[in-house]
């Protein structure tokens, strides 16, 4: 009997410990089902701000708004939007995991936050893809509050004043001083003095920001700008900033702030007219600078990061018909990394290409290298002898490359879009991918793919970019670099610098890298 008793006993408490919940941030329901809320979000008024819309406090028709429980897990993200008739309620469902008097964190715009759940509290943030409009820079005016909620079992409310966390600059460019240079197509955002952030990680919990990248970026309309630009910054401290402009009929040109600017978190900065000055469009071989301008004569004055080695449309693809242009890639100075592996596994990377043929004939063989304008190879058999990949020895520009096989590969930013997670799984993608100079920070660079890789071998064995033409750069060495082309599951594609070399070979060699970036 007193056996029995005992096990009633402890059957109870199990139950009770099961049973029993006090709602509060421990709750792990698997309920799933939400419940209406309403949420009153006002926006702050930036300073001195003129102009209507958001930057005056006013909501833009359609808002949405993200919000995260700011302490318990495994909760869904709730998106709420503002009502047609009103200035600042937005309605929307809220789990019903969140509790009466918790809190919620409140984003926007709604768009950014790419967590579905409260299991992630943190954001990574970029200022890439703005146009330089007014309308458009709203969506970068990233907005956070924290906010108390009442919840009921029926529904939920809550009030919170949104702070921005950005500051907005309007810039005018002028040519004279007043008259406004128009359409303009491209601006590259640096900092020659001071920190310029590109990327940001937000913390939902406080709102503050973390991990922050330095380097450039690069605002485009390709309708044109009328001579000014609204642009949206991380906050940090002093940064003169400078511009790089573009028209949309190809004139370059550059500016900067006469002073540092204190880029403060809500605030808004209106800048004197800016004066540009015309800037030579690039060519092969030209020295790229930190401030996003370059020359054929190194200039002692400015920091350089890189050689330009090719150039680009405005769509960012190689073009062989251009001599110079206002777009084009860069080579680094020294490598990323030496001795990695491509991958620490063998598996096939879905989105990349997997081609086990040089040029549509070759599965391997030797690239042409140039003595003077006469082009040999390390081997004498002809069957291993790379035909068709030529480059005018004297500008550097190609002449002939093959239209098929991994030969016509120079997607290698795509690519390492796709192995450039960590440094122990991708290790010569991420090295490369990491890799961060003034003006180009992490992210910015990339590992090339086959045709990038081999245009550089034959540019520097024709001394186009090499360091006895260029002093600050540092020749590839004679040993093997990893591409960002890929072969099969098993293989990718290195190119040999001591006999050029190029085939596909196992994923876990070992061989080293060189970044390069595009502009």
């Excluded at 402890?10 to 939400?34: R, V």
């Excluded at 958001?54 to 897990?73: I, P, R, V, Y």
């Excluded at 998106?79 to 995991?97: E, Q, V, W, Y």
């Excluded at 952030?197 to 937000?202: C, E, I, R």
Aim: glycine content about 8%; aromatic content about 10%; some cysteine.
């Amino acid at each position: 009997m007193m056996k029995k008793a005992k096990t009633f006993l402890l059957l109870g408490i199990t139950l009770c410990m099961f049973g029993c919940s006090d709602d509060d941030d421990n709750d792990k329901s698997n309920t799933t089902s939400t419940v209406p809320f309403s949420l009153t979000a006002s926006l702050e008024v930036r300073n001195d701000a003129a102009t209507p819309g958001m930057l005056q406090g006013n909501w833009n028709e359609g808002t949405q708004l993200a919000a995260m429980h700011s302490s318990l897990t495994g909760v869904k993200k709730s998106i709420f939007t503002l009502s047609p008739t009103s200035t600042d309620l937005f309605t929307g469902d809220i789990s019903n995991k969140v509790k009466n008097d918790k809190e919620i964190a409140v984003f926007y715009p709604a768009d950014a936050i790419t967590a579905n759940s409260s299991d992630t509290l943190t954001q990574k943030l970029s200022l890439a893809g703005q146009d330089g409009t007014l309308a458009g820079v709203a969506d970068y005016d990233y907005s956070w509050a924290l906010c108390k909620v009442t919840m009921t079992a029926q529904s939920g409310s809550g009030s919170c004043e949104m702070k921005s966390l950005m500051t907005i600059g309007k810039f005018e460019f002028t040519t004279d001083g007043s008259t406004p240079l128009n359409d303009i197509s491209r601006i590259t955002v640096t900092a020659t003095a001071g920190k310029l952030y590109s990327n940001a990680t937000l913390k939902l919990k406080d709102g503050e920001f973390s991990n922050t990248t330095e380097g450039s970026f690069t605002i485009k309309n390709d309708a044109g700008l009328p001579g000014s630009a609204y642009i949206s910054f991380f906050p940090s401290e002093a940064a003169q900033l400078h511009f790089t402009l573009v028209t949309n009929a190809g004139n370059i040109y550059e500016a900067s702030t006469a002073e540092s600017i204190t880029l403060e978190k809500g605030k808004y900065y209106t800048a004197t007219a800016l004066t540009c000055t015309p800037v030579a469009p690039a060519k092969v071989g030209d020295y790229y600078y930190s401030d996003g301008t370059y020359s054929t004569e190194v200039n002692e004055e400015k920091t350089c990061i890189g050689i330009v080695y090719a150039l680009n449309d405005k769509n960012g693809n190689i073009d062989k018909t251009l001599t110079a242009s206002p777009y084009g890639r860069i080579v680094a100075l020294t490598n990323a990394q030496t001795k990695v592996r491509w991958a620490s596994k063998s598996e096939d990377i879905e989105e990349l290409k997997n081609d086990t043929i040089i040029n549509g004939t070759q599965q391997t063989g030797c690239l042409p290298y140039f003595n003077g304008t006469a082009d040999s190879y390390f081997s004498d058999n002809a069957e291993e002898q790379i035909k068709g990949t030529t480059i005018d020895t004297e500008t550097g520009l190609i002449t002939a490359w093959p239209s098929e096989g991994i030969l016509s590969d120079f997607n290698g930013a795509t690519n390492t879009s796709y192995i450039n997670k960590s440094t122990s799984t991708y290790p010569a993608g991420t090295y490369c991918y990491q890799y961060s100079k003034p003006g180009k920070g992490a992210g910015e660079w990339y590992l090339p793919a086959v045709g990038e890789l081999a245009l550089l071998w034959e540019l520097q064995h024709a001394g186009v970019i090499c360091n006895a033409k260029q002093e600050c750069f540092k020749d590839f060495n004679q040993q093997s670099y990893w591409t960002s082309s890929e072969g099969n599951k098993n293989k990718a594609w290195y190119l040999n610098f001591f006999s050029g070399i190029l085939m596909a070979n196992s994923k876990g060699s070992t061989y080293n890298t060189r970044p390069v970036a595009m502009f």
